[in-house]
């Protein structure tokens, strides 16, 4: 080993605790980006894997009946590789762990064989007997919610009528990796199930022999999609076509390419404030280690050492930390890679999570440290290099201070001499104490943007069920029912109140643009459900016109005011021109409104309702329960609120590790800031110190000068850091924004708090640690040396 | 790129420096300071110098230009045939890799590295040097060499310097200062080293000192006063670093 290289370990050695800062400020970066990326590119090879071995389709369409011999003609259709017409409906379950019913989808395989398209991956058991009644697959998710195991029997009322069910396999489809009902705000595994059963004992059931209601494509390389969508579209309207959707619009698919938006969006803004924060401190620590080493240098220079080999020497130390970082990240990232991968496994339902920690994304994250290191030190590296070998014939000459302009204000006349000795120190530095402000600020706001997520939920879940749905239970009809079913549910037991309204598949199209939506139908007199417009006044649905969700009125581009086509895509399909009266704050989905009588005329039907919203005494819910089970004609009774405590049972437990690892972040970031300012200033003023403590001042007065500039410091950085936090917060929010999803801007004042709180914390260890070596300050050894 | 090659075997008492007309100003913000006012020198080959002067005089300044550490305002200075005003920064890295010793005149130690290390240090990129604990025998620290800058004495640290300086076996020996710190009989200890290296090697030797007893020792005492020579002279003979007294 040559010498160079030992008083490269010694200087790492004497420096330990502040690589050590640094290196962790890097890992947290490296981490995150590693952890993310891994899942990321794992989620997307998981997915995209799945979506080829088991055929996911990619245009899917809902029809009310369509003669089985259509599909030939749909097959026709240039662009369309396969089809796979299906029949699916809904069917209730009344199972022995649960009050109420649950929901189920039942959907059709062919007789004999695998379908063409979605195909299922079997887990347990064995595919349906087509010559045995009710012998059904089930979604393993539903499965696992009632741990349903291959033998077991269901009760369930399919299209009204009463059939026992027997579960002869656990499967998974590629069309349900994420199993929720649209227009849901949250999963519920417990309460809606995906079940398959073979094509002709389902389709007897359901009146459809012969015929299907729902079909499935893949598309040719090179087909254009729309056009595709226009002809199957023409081809099925005389059938009571819903209108085909892509897969950007299949509920499945499109959470988890949502859930692949947010994964991203994590890979890049958090390491990034990490690696600029390191880079900074960094630059910071580097800086002081060359200028206590000046001489060293010049004399090392007037050896004939090159100035590139001096960088060197420089930069090695610089890439020790960073490199000992970026293994620190790897390892964390790979290691919480694994857990979020596993949780993602939870709520995602692949035939097999293929999580691996690619050395790929190891080496790109690696390459981001370097180069964030490198723009960190690469003024100061120049500085060794160009500084004058002369130099180390003389001593550097002492630092120039100055009375400050803060001083001649007058303001610090009443300061101590302390707290005026901690401002000079600012001032002397005032680019070094900006930035380290800025860095701890940064903690904070890494914080915030960990944390506020989490805000947004609550109050996404606040807004709809305290300002909007004031319902217990939806209730859904099979058909549509005369006036008189509204009496009936009324009277049910335990039910408080009950409104009707009417739900029919629209197309609505403004221009060129046109989507398909939910058009609901409400009741004049209303109290269980409030409509509440962007700026969540309540509003009062038109007697003639339609009020639009914020998400819907974006795709069409539509202003209050403008006129929308709209084509029912049911019954007579009648189609008229709505004027949009207003939009609507809903983070449910993509729903229009109108007025329920309105809507009943625009249908040219009589007074026809398809469920009502009910709100019921809790005391009663089993009995009501019980008696729903026995009514035919109701295909479904789901409740918000019972999804939303599954929800957040399963969601608390990872926000709270989430949380964990967050105050960990910030504190790192804070730590690693605030610990080398102090350290630096000490370095800096140790001669100083010490002279005080000599003339005889005491070791709190004489750490107080120190950790004051550091107490000036982060006290200044906490308002900074709560202003960038929600900045980012609100570029998280952009970035997280889809088509159909926009999140609102909320963080909770707990979570400034959280933030604040635990930067200070930090802070406050750091100031602690540094005080340590304050007062274990070795007066003759400090005033001995030269420097 | 000019590269310095080793002299094609000059003649035993040609001039190794040639000097002329060398001034230095140094210009901080609207001060001006005229460090060196024209100096013309020449210096032989294994000739042992001594630098005298008031403080402020431009010794140091005129010991750096030998050096290569720094270039003239205007003037000329040649060590053997190359020019070392033309020389650009990666030349001059290597003149003083390859030709010059130094010893600072405030010692300028790694504080991390031992006294042996602290030599090692030269002695890693030098072409054929003594051993770090043989250099470091030579001023008496053959005891020490595991000990760190911070555990010696400022004349151990001095001798290290000294050490460290010669255990390349340079060509030229530049010591500014080198018994400032030294008490009489390790001063003596270490202008001995510094004799026998530039007996033994002919090794070119420039000593900057404010004792004028050391001039003794010198084949040649030139005085600076003001940036300028003001006197320089031949000793009839060098007494030896030992019989010196003060
Ligand atoms: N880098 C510099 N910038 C400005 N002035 C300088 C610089 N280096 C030297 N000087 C000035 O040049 C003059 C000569 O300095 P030099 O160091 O050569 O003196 P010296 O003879 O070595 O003095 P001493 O015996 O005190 O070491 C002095 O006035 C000094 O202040
Ligand atoms: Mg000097």
Same mark, same amino acid.
């Given at each position: 080993?040559?010498?160079?290289?030992?008083?490269?370990?010694r200087?790492? !050695?004497y420096?330990?605790?502040?690589a050590?800062?640094i290196a962790?400020?890097?890992g947290?970066?490296?981490a995150?980006f590693?952890?993310?990326?891994?899942?990321l590119?794992?989620?997307e090879?998981t997915?995209?894997?799945?979506?080829d071995?088991?055929?996911?389709a990619?245009?899917?369409v809902q029809v009310k009946?369509?003669?089985?011999?259509?599909? #030939?003609?749909?097959?026709?259709?240039?662009?369309?590789?396969?089809?796979?017409?299906?029949?699916?409906?809904?069917?209730s379950?009344d199972?022995?762990?649960?009050?109420?019913?649950?929901?189920?989808?039942?959907?059709? =395989?062919?007789? *004999?064989?695998?379908?063409?398209?979605?195909?299922?991956?079997?887990?347990?058991?064995?595919m349906?007997?087509?010559?045995?009644?009710?012998?059904?697959?089930?979604?393993?998710?539903?499965?696992l919610?009632?741990?349903?195991?291959?033998?077991?029997?269901?009760r369930?009322l399919?299209?009204?009528?009463?059939?026992?069910?027997?579960?002869?396999?656990?499967?998974?489809?590629p #069309?349900?990796?994420?199993q =929720?009902?649209?227009g849901?705000?949250f999963?519920?595994?417990r309460? *809606?199930?995906v079940?398959?059963?073979?094509?002709?004992?389902?389709?007897?059931?359901?009146?459809l022999?012969?015929?299907?209601?729902?079909?499935?494509?893949?598309?040719?390389?090179? &087909?254009?999609?729309?056009?595709?969508?226009?002809? =199957?579209?023409?081809l099925l309207?005389?059938y009571?076509?819903?209108?085909?959707?892509?897969r950007?619009? +299949?509920?499945?698919?499109?959470?988890?390419?949502?859930?692949l938006?947010?994964?991203?969006?994590?890979?890049?803004v958090?390491p990034a404030?990490?690696?600029?924060?390191?880079?900074f401190v960094?630059n910071?620590?580097?800086?002081?280690?060359i200028?206590?080493?000046?001489?060293?240098i010049?004399?090392?220079?007037?050896?004939?050492?090159?100035?590139?080999?001096?960088?060197?020497?420089?930069?090695?130390?610089?890439?020790?930390?960073v490199?000992?970082?970026v293994?620190?990240g790897?390892?964390?990232g790979g290691?919480?890679?694994?857990?979020? &991968?596993?949780?993602?496994?939870?709520?995602?339902?692949f035939?097999?999570?293929?999580?691996?920690?690619?050395?790929?994304?190891?080496?790109?994250?690696?390459?981001?440290?370097?180069?964030?290191?490198?723009?960190?030190?690469?003024?100061a590296?120049?500085?060794?290099?160009?500084?004058?070998a002369?130099?180390?014939?003389?001593?550097?000459?002492?630092?120039?201070?100055?009375?400050?302009?803060l001083?001649?204000?007058?303001?610090?006349?009443?300061l101590?001499?302390?707290?005026r000795?901690?401002?000079? +120190?600012?001032?002397r530095?005032?680019?070094?104490?900006?930035?380290?402000?800025?860095g701890?600020?940064?903690?904070?706001?890494?914080?915030?943007l960990?944390?506020?997520?989490?805000?947004?939920?609550?109050?996404?879940?606040?807004?709809?069920?305290?300002?909007?749905?004031?319902?217990?239970?939806?209730?859904?009809?099979?058909?549509? &029912?005369?006036?008189d079913?509204?009496?009936?549910?009324?009277?049910?037991?335990?039910?408080?109140r009950?409104e009707?309204?009417?739900?029919?598949?629209?197309?609505? &199209?403004?221009?060129?643009?046109t989507?398909?939506?939910?058009l609901?139908?409400?009741?004049?007199?209303?109290?269980?459900?409030?409509?509440?417009?962007?700026?969540?006044r309540?509003?009062?649905?038109?007697?003639?016109?339609?009020?639009?969700?914020?998400a819907?009125?974006?795709?069409?581009?539509?202003?209050?005011g403008?006129?929308l086509?709209? @084509?029912?895509?049911?019954g007579?399909?009648?189609?008229?021109?709505?004027?949009?009266?207003?939009t609507?704050?809903?983070?449910?989905?993509?729903?229009?409104?109108m007025?329920?009588a309105?809507?009943?005329?625009?249908?040219?039907?009589?007074?026809?309702?398809?469920g009502?919203f009910?709100r019921i005494?809790p005391a009663? #819910?089993?009995?009501?329960?019980?008696r729903?089970k026995?009514?035919?004609?109701?295909?479904?009774?789901?409740?918000?609120?019972?999804?939303?405590?599954g929800?957040?049972?399963?969601?608390?437990e990872?926000?709270?590790?989430?949380?964990? *690892?967050?105050v960990?972040?910030?504190?790192?970031?804070a730590?690693?800031?605030v610990?080398? !300012?102090a350290r630096?200033?000490?370095s800096?003023r140790?001669?100083e110190? !010490?002279?005080?403590?000599?003339?005889?001042?005491?070791?709190?007065?004489?750490s107080?000068?120190?950790?004051?500039?550091v107490?000036?410091?982060?006290?200044?950085?906490?308002?900074?850091?709560?202003?960038?936090?929600r900045?980012?917060?609100?570029?998280?929010?952009?970035?997280?924004?889809?088509?159909? @999803?926009?999140?609102?801007?909320?963080v909770?004042?707990?979570?400034?708090?959280a933030?604040?709180?635990?930067?200070?914390?930090?802070?406050?260890v750091?100031?602690?640690?540094?005080?340590?070596?304050i007062?274990?300050?070795?007066?003759?050894?400090?005033?001995?040396?030269r420097? | 790129?000019?590269?310095?090659?080793?002299?094609?075997?000059?003649?035993?008492?040609?001039?190794?420096?040639?000097?002329?007309?060398?001034?230095?100003?140094?210009?901080?913000?609207?001060?001006e300071?005229?460090?060196?006012?024209?100096i013309d020198?020449?210096?032989?080959?294994?000739?042992?110098v001594?630098?005298?002067?008031?403080?402020?005089?431009?010794?140091?300044?005129l010991l750096?230009?030998?050096?290569?550490?720094?270039?003239?305002?205007?003037g000329?200075?040649?060590f053997r045939?190359?020019?070392?005003?033309?020389?650009?920064?990666a030349?001059?890295?290597?003149?003083?890799?390859?030709?010059?010793?130094?010893?600072f005149q405030?010692?300028?130690?790694?504080?991390?590295?031992?006294?042996?290390?602290?030599?090692?240090?030269v002695t890693?990129?030098?072409?054929?040097?003594?051993?770090?604990?043989?250099?470091?025998?030579?001023?008496?620290l053959?005891?020490?060499?595991?000990?760190f800058?911070a555990?010696?004495?400022g004349?151990?640290?001095?001798?290290?310097?000294?050490?460290?300086?010669?255990?390349?076996?340079?060509?030229?020996l530049l010591?500014?200062?080198?018994?400032?710190?030294?008490?009489?009989?390790?001063?003596?200890?270490?202008?001995?080293?510094?004799?026998?290296?530039?007996?033994?090697?002919?090794?070119?030797?420039?000593?900057?000192?404010?004792?004028?007893?050391i001039a003794?020792m010198?084949d040649?005492?030139?005085?600076?006063?003001?940036?300028?020579?003001?006197?320089s002279?031949?000793?009839a003979?060098?007494?030896?670093?030992?019989?010196?007294?003060?």
């Open positions: 080993m040559t010498a160079l290289q030992t008083k490269l370990i200087d790492l !050695a420096l330990r605790t502040q050590v800062a962790l400020v890097i947290c970066g490296v995150t590693v952890m993310s990326v891994s899942v590119r794992s989620l090879r997915r995209d894997r799945y979506y071995d088991f055929r996911f990619q245009l899917f009946r369509a003669p089985r011999g259509l599909a #030939e003609r749909l097959a026709e259709i240039p662009g369309v590789a396969a089809v796979q017409t299906r029949v699916v409906a809904e069917l379950l199972l022995d762990d649960m009050a109420e019913a649950a929901v189920g989808r039942m959907v059709s =395989i062919p007789d *004999f064989g695998e379908p063409a398209l979605n195909r299922l991956h079997l887990r347990r058991g064995r349906p007997d087509p010559e045995r009644r009710g012998e059904v697959l089930v979604n393993e998710a539903f499965a919610a009632h741990r349903l195991e291959p033998g077991d029997r269901l369930a399919l299209n009204g009528r009463r059939e026992e069910l027997t579960v002869v396999g656990v499967a998974l489809s #069309e349900y990796i994420y =929720i009902r649209a849901d705000l999963p519920d595994d309460r *809606f199930g079940f398959w059963m073979r094509e002709r004992p389902l389709a007897a059931a359901f009146d022999t012969e015929a299907f209601n729902d079909a499935s494509f893949a598309l040719m390389h090179g &087909a254009v999609e729309p056009e595709v969508i226009r002809r =199957i579209d023409d309207a005389p009571g076509g819903l209108g085909a959707v892509g950007a619009d +299949q509920v499945s698919h499109r959470y988890v390419s949502d859930e938006a947010q994964l991203r969006a994590m890979a890049s958090p404030i990490f690696l600029l924060v390191a880079a960094l910071v620590v580097l800086n002081r280690v200028a206590t080493q000046r001489e060293q010049a004399a090392l220079k007037a050896f004939g050492y090159t100035p590139a080999e001096l960088g060197w020497h420089f930069g090695q130390l610089a890439l020790l930390i490199l000992a970082g293994a620190i790897a390892a964390v290691w919480l890679g694994g857990g979020l &991968a596993e949780m993602y496994g939870r709520f995602f339902r035939a097999r999570m293929d999580y691996r920690l690619d050395p790929a994304v190891v080496l790109l994250a690696g390459g981001f440290s370097v180069l964030a290191g490198a723009f960190g030190v690469t003024a590296l120049w500085r060794v290099m160009r500084l004058p002369a130099e180390a014939m003389r001593p550097e000459a002492p630092a120039r201070y100055r009375v400050t302009w001083e001649r204000t007058g303001l610090l006349r009443r101590s001499q302390v707290m000795m901690a401002v000079r +120190q600012i001032e530095h005032p680019l070094r104490a900006a930035l380290s402000t800025l701890v600020a940064l903690g904070v706001a890494v914080m915030i960990g944390s506020f997520t989490r805000d947004v939920v609550n109050y996404i879940i606040d807004f709809q069920f305290g300002a909007v749905q004031h319902y217990d239970y939806t209730i859904t009809l099979y058909e549509p &029912a005369a006036p079913a509204l009496p009936a549910l009324a009277r049910l037991p335990g039910v408080l009950a009707p309204y009417r739900a029919v598949p629209v197309r609505l &199209a403004h221009g060129r643009r989507h398909r939506a939910g609901l139908g409400l009741a004049e007199d209303r109290e269980l459900l409030q409509l509440r417009d962007t700026a969540e309540v509003v009062a649905v038109p007697a003639d016109g339609l009020l639009l969700s914020e819907l009125a974006r795709l069409l581009d539509v202003r209050r403008d006129v086509q709209v @084509q029912v895509l049911e007579s399909r009648p189609v008229r021109s709505l004027a949009v009266t207003d609507l704050r809903d983070f449910s989905g993509l729903s229009a409104y007025d329920l309105a809507l009943n005329r625009f249908m040219r039907e009589g007074r026809l309702l398809s009502a009910l005494d009663a #819910e089993a009995r009501l329960h019980a729903l026995a009514t035919p004609r109701v295909a479904g009774a789901s409740s918000q609120h019972a999804a939303l405590r929800f957040q049972d399963t969601l608390s990872n926000l709270l590790r989430m949380r964990l *690892f967050n960990a972040f910030a504190g790192i970031i730590f690693g800031v610990y080398n !300012a630096i200033t000490l800096e140790a001669r110190l !010490a002279t005080l403590r000599v003339i005889g001042l005491t070791r709190a007065e004489v107080g000068t120190l950790l004051g500039e107490a000036l410091l982060t006290l200044a950085a906490l308002p900074l850091g709560l202003g960038l936090g900045l980012l917060a609100g570029l998280a929010v952009k970035a997280l924004e889809t088509e159909t @999803q926009r999140f609102p801007l909320v909770a004042s707990s979570t400034y708090a933030a604040a709180v635990t930067v200070l914390a930090a802070a406050l750091s100031g602690l640690v540094v005080r340590r070596r007062d274990g300050l070795d007066l003759v050894a400090v005033l001995k040396s420097d | 790129m000019t590269v310095i090659r080793p002299p094609p075997a000059a003649p035993p008492s040609a001039a190794v420096f040639v000097v002329r007309g060398v001034t230095k100003v140094y210009r901080t913000g609207e001060v300071v005229r460090a060196l006012r024209g020198l020449d210096l032989h080959a294994g000739e042992f001594v630098l005298l002067g008031p403080s402020g005089s431009g010794k140091s300044t750096n230009i030998l050096g290569g550490l720094d270039v003239p305002t205007s000329t200075v040649r045939d190359h020019d070392l005003t033309r020389e650009d920064e030349a001059l890295t290597r003149y003083r890799r390859e030709h010059v010793g130094f010893v405030f010692y300028n130690l790694m504080p991390s590295l031992t006294a042996r290390e602290n030599v090692a240090v890693d990129i030098a072409a054929a040097p003594l051993a770090p604990e043989e250099a470091l025998r030579l001023v008496g053959g005891d020490r060499m595991d000990n800058p555990q010696l004495s004349g151990e640290q001095q001798r290290v310097a000294i050490a460290r300086s010669i255990a390349k076996r340079p060509d030229v010591c500014d200062e080198p018994t400032g710190a030294l008490d009489v009989k390790t001063g003596i200890t270490v202008l001995e080293v510094i004799e026998r290296i530039n007996r033994e090697l002919g090794t070119t030797t420039v000593i900057i000192t404010h004792n004028a007893v003794g010198a040649r005492v030139i005085t600076l006063s003001d940036g300028r020579i003001a006197s002279y031949r000793n003979a060098r007494i030896a670093a030992q019989s010196l007294v003060w």
